[in-house]
């Protein structure tokens, strides 16, 4: 019976069955000798079957045995008679060679998809008969999957990427593998040939990300327009229209799952197929930031230069790009993952692609934040760790990650990203790299706010050599102090210049008194530069606002505050992760002091009563009370004194708290 069934059946959650076969199939009186006859004559009309296979029609065999199996299954007849039916086709799969994969992948995908509320009426053992199954079937046409083209990613660029077979094989093993258990997926022999199928399709595939070549497309549309601020790009362009077309297809839409069937594959094998997935992953991520580098569209950092169309076309461009550090993402995070039980598959080696394939998707990342999304950070962060194992390692990861200098905005990426990377391991670095390495590497970047995540990233490492307390800290003290009080509060704000003083001073009271007395000194002056407020009546109006001075808040103390918490933005970005009470108090002074042209000035002064050492003290608070009486009341004055009460009573040692104590109950009612 040969079954010519073109018209597919419309069911809102698979795609594609076809309905006359589908009759058939569920059709309880048939016996396993008809239903075999079915298939086999069903399969037969199926046209190219040895050759190249439609993609599409691929898909709609997929979806029909899926559609039925998931039918079968979770129906209410009897154990006996679905194990007899899954049987039958399981039998007459296997011998069906390339066909008989993807009909194989429809049964374990319907099966994996019933209901909990029905996994009464299912023989459990049977899944792993499915299982079995098509992973035999799999291994079974390897050969025939692979053909003669090449299975890694660099030598097969430029070459027609759009093996149809390898291409439905990818998108079944996406939708089956990540519900295989890892003991069923070790039995499949050919999981390294699978695994290198899998990442040419996701990474090269003319349907998914194309080596990035997609966006060679849009430079070729763009080419013909003259000057930078007036090329466009819009959705009337072929360059588009095949995005779209690439976006609204439905590999491009089960894209994930397909990386995480590579996640899968990463559980079961070897240490040198990890590393081929990790090179081919770094070698793709360093073709996608080389063509959008030559993309006019890179150029354009703020949308108000874009033309409205522009505007309009860009954000598909954005949507590819956000899904491919995604599925890198993830992929990190399976290697990570399984490293912790098996650390031998994620050596020096491993960890360097990893870290310097984001240095080449960093300008996607960024959008999200300094330090990116949650997944980024988890990759990030457990890569480093490893890192910091090795005396030896961070100095090398500094070398190789090195990028050349540049201005343009992917280029700048580079270079944000490659100052996250040394402000966190900046604590094992020799003092001879900090200096002769480091340090010419980020002056450059110090004074310059037009990137802003560069300028913040390049303080941010400024802080963690002080913080580390590097040889370097005590001829670097006396510029840095300067170049802060320089830059307030044109280039930083007024919480940045707080934190970075204080670093400044916490780190020389720990090795040089002169010193630290002579970076205070600096302050002071400054101080004294800058013109006392006149009173407002705004002042007056709003000084019975002011929080309480009896109030027991106080700010978190330095080690804290300068800590350089993994879970938020680097240190001198933000301190997040302060008691949110405290927070709110302190950041409610702060807003009061702006009444005071030396507010902020004080402010940052009366932080140091923490950091300094004993012997300072009563000369400070001897300088902050002059101060103190030398401005005018109001609302900004109060705040200045419920910011000293909160320094004198809370976070100080036992050795400078008797002091301070004493004092306040001194002079604090002169005040």
């Excluded at 799952?257 to 991520?285: P, T």
């Excluded at 870290?355 to 949650?374: A, E, K, Q």
């Excluded at 407020?533 to 330095?558: R, V």
Aim: glycine share 4%.
């Amino acid at each position: 019976m040969a079954t010519n069934a073109t018209t597919p059946l419309t069911v809102p959650q698979y795609r594609g069955p076809y309905k006359d076969i589908v009759k058939l199939l569920l059709n309880n009186s048939s016996s396993p000798t008809y239903l075999e006859r079915i298939i086999t004559d069903f399969l037969s009309s199926q046209r190219n079957a040895d050759q190249d296979y439609d993609f599409t029609l691929g898909i709609m065999l997929f979806y029909t045995f899926q559609y039925i199996s998931f039918i079968k299954i979770g129906s209410k007849d009897g154990k006996k008679e679905k194990i007899e039916w899954v049987r039958t086709l399981i039998q007459v799969l296997l011998k069906q060679e390339f066909l008989g994969i993807i009909c194989l992948g429809g049964i374990l995908k319907g099966y994996q998809m019933v209901k909990p509320q029905n996994k009464r009426h299912i023989i459990g053992d049977l899944i792993a008969e499915v299982e079995d199954a098509f992973l035999t079937s799999i291994d079974a046409q390897i050969d025939f999957i692979k053909g003669d083209q090449s299975l890694d990613l660099v030598e097969t660029i430029g070459q027609h990427q759009g093996d149809l077979k390898k291409e439905i094989i990818t998108y079944i093993c996406g939708q089956c593998f990540p519900s295989i258990p890892s003991s069923q997926m070790a039995k499949l022999n050919s999981k390294s040939i699978v695994l290198r199928i899998i990442i040419q399709i996701e990474f090269g595939g003319p349907r998914l990300f194309q080596n990035g070549m997609f966006i060679s497309n849009v430079i070729d549309d763009m080419r013909n327009n003259e000057g930078i601020l007036t090329k466009k790009w819009t959705k009337s362009t072929p360059s588009y229209r095949h995005l779209q077309a690439k976006c609204s297809g439905i590999l491009f839409k089960e894209q994930p799952k397909i990386s995480l069937g590579i996640s899968k594959l990463i559980e079961v094998v070897e240490k040198e197929d990890i590393s081929f997935l990790l090179s081919n992953i770094y070698f793709f991520a360093y073709l996608l930031f080389t063509w959008w580098e030559l993309c006019p569209l890179s150029l354009i950092e703020k949308e108000e230069y874009l033309d409205d169309e522009t505007k309009e076309a860009k954000p598909i461009l954005w949507q590819i790009f956000r899904q491919c550090i995604f599925s890198v993402t993830r992929i990190f995070i399976h290697v990570i993952d399984r490293s912790f039980l098996h650390p031998e598959i994620y050596g020096k080696q491993e960890r360097i692609l990893t870290i310097n394939t984001y240095s080449y998707l960093y300008f996607i990342t960024s959008r999200f934040g300094l330090y990116g999304f949650p997944g980024f950070k988890k990759v990030f962060f457990s890569a480093l760790d490893r890192v910091l194992d090795d005396k030896s390692e961070p100095k090398v990861v500094i070398n190789i990650c090195r990028p050349s200098f540049g201005n343009t905005p992917t280029q700048r990426s580079r270079i944000t990203y490659y100052l996250l990377l040394i402000e966190n391991l900046i604590g094992a670095l020799d003092d001879d790299t900090v200096e002769q390495n480091v340090l010419p590497f980020i002056y450059p970047y110090l004074q310059d706010n037009s990137d802003i995540h560069l300028f913040e990233s390049a303080h941010s490492v400024m802080l963690a050599i002080f913080s580390n307390m590097k040889k370097v800290t005590n001829e670097l003290a006396p510029f840095y102090c300067n170049l802060l009080l320089e830059s307030y509060p044109k280039l930083i704000h007024v919480s940045q210049f707080r934190v970075a003083y204080t670093t400044i001073i916490k780190s020389l009271s720990n090795t040089d008194d002169a010193l630290t007395f002579l970076c205070l000194e600096k302050l002071i002056k400054k101080i004294e530069d800058t013109p006392i407020s006149a009173l407002t009546p705004l002042d007056t109006d709003k000084s019975k606002k002011m929080i309480p001075i009896e109030s027991s808040y106080g700010p978190k103390d330095e080690s804290t505050l300068m800590s350089s918490d993994k879970s938020s933005y680097s240190t001198f970005v933000d301190s997040a992760g302060e008691n949110r009470s405290v927070k709110n108090e302190d950041d409610e002074i702060q807003s009061f002091v702006s009444h005071l042209n030396r507010g902020h000035l004080l402010l940052t002064l009366i932080d140091q009563i923490r950091s300094v050492n004993l012997i300072f003290l009563e000369t400070l608070l001897a300088k902050i009370k002059y101060f103190l009486q030398a401005e005018q009341e109001g609302i900004g004055k109060q705040a200045i004194k419920k910011a000293l009460f909160n320094a004198l009573s809370t976070g100080l040692d036992y050795t400078k708290k008797d002091t301070g104590v004493k004092w306040w109950l001194s002079e604090g009612p002169k005040l």
